[in-house]
């Protein structure tokens, strides 16, 4: 798998690279996306730290904005880790404020008194200057749902099992409170350490990025 994800990550380095402010007109409608982040290396080169995809047709660049400029941490759980972290790093108790997921009015009726707005406002914004900062993304094209799936489920487990992909000591997901981000330095806990691409998949995927 670590040759495997070696050639991933070149190929990856040489794709379009997309930074913020985006022009939204110029990502692909469809995809994976595969996020890095400074300062985070591997395989000599810079180290992917997130991958992701969507659902529905043509909402690529809408779920990059749930995660880069939406400052809702209930609709994005990348946005919520970072949270995470920052809050762990600092033992900060409003943690367990943090976790709570106020999407339905059921929650918002419950909780919404214990929310303190100012501060979560201020957090949302600290997020959002993070990934603005130090995140920037390619994208493989994509345009079949079944096959973005699952060539997103086996890439992240390619990555997540590499024995030559780790984390720097500086890393900000070493101050998540979720082990899996902490272990597979990634900010992911799904699809972690399942079904890697197979050689079949290799090539598929090859195809698709060179071509």
């Known amino acids: 798998m670590s040759k495997i994800c070696k050639e991933l990550h070149n190929w990856a380095n040489k794709l379009p ?3 913020f402010p985006f022009d939204e007109k110029k990502v692909p409608q469809n995809g994976i996306y595969l996020l890095f982040e400074k300062g985070e290396q591997g395989h000599g080169t810079n180290r992917v730290v997130r991958i992701g995809t969507h659902t529905g047709d043509n909402q690529l660049s809408s779920r990059l904005y749930q995660h880069f400029l939406n400052e809702n941490k209930d609709r994005s759980i990348f946005r919520k880790n970072i949270g995470r972290c920052f809050l762990n790093k600092t033992r900060d108790p409003y943690l367990s404020k943090w976790e709570l997921d106020l999407t339905s009015k ?6 919404g008194k214990s929310i303190d ?5 201020k957090l949302e914004k600290k997020i959002s200057k993070y990934l603005q900062d130090n995140f920037y993304f390619v994208v493989i094209q994509i345009d079949d749902k079944k096959d973005r799936l699952e060539l997103e489920s086996k890439i992240i487990s390619t990555v997540s099992v590499c024995e030559e992909c780790h984390p720097s000591k500086k890393w900000l997901g070493n101050y998540s409170p ?6 597979s330095g990634l900010w992911l806990v799904n699809e972690l350490y399942k ?17």
């Open 195 to 211: 079904t890697p691409l197979s050689t079949d998949d290799f090539k598929k995927l090859r195809d698709i990025i060179i071509s």
């Open 117 to 121: 707005k100012e501060k979560q406002k």
């Open 178 to 183: 979720k082990e899996k981000i902490r272990e």
């Open 106 to 111: 059921i929650s918002r009726d419950t909780h």
């Open 17 to 19: 690279i997309f930074t």
